[in-house]
């Protein structure tokens, strides 16, 4: 993992689990880590070219490896996210939060 930027990420995150008992805080662990390591590379991959144009057809385009890349990532650090949001779902807070009550609304209504 990355000094800095990552670092700061994945102490954030860190903190979110801090409700979470032994188990799941050490289950989650790898699964910051590997939220980092995608934001990084989403990251990286944003700054290049998405689409190859024919120089001497431009109707013609198609998808760079990098925008294949990135869409795998982008779908692997979704699943990483609702893994996380699913976990943390499961701690009971004090509080809830105004998207947490927004949610819980809409599930009523089902």
Known sequence: MKSGAGMDRADEL??????LDG?????????IEEIVFLEIRLDELRKLPFIMVDPKRSERQKPTAAAKQYKEFLQQYNNCIKI???VLGKV??????PLR???NRLRAKE
């Open 23 to 31: 188990a799941a805080k050490t289950a989650t662990a790898q699964l």
């Open 14 to 19: 860190k903190k979110l689990c801090e409700p």
């Open 84 to 86: 996380l949001l699913g």
């Open 101 to 103: 009550e927004y949610l």
């Open 92 to 97: 009971e807070t004090a509080e809830t939060s």
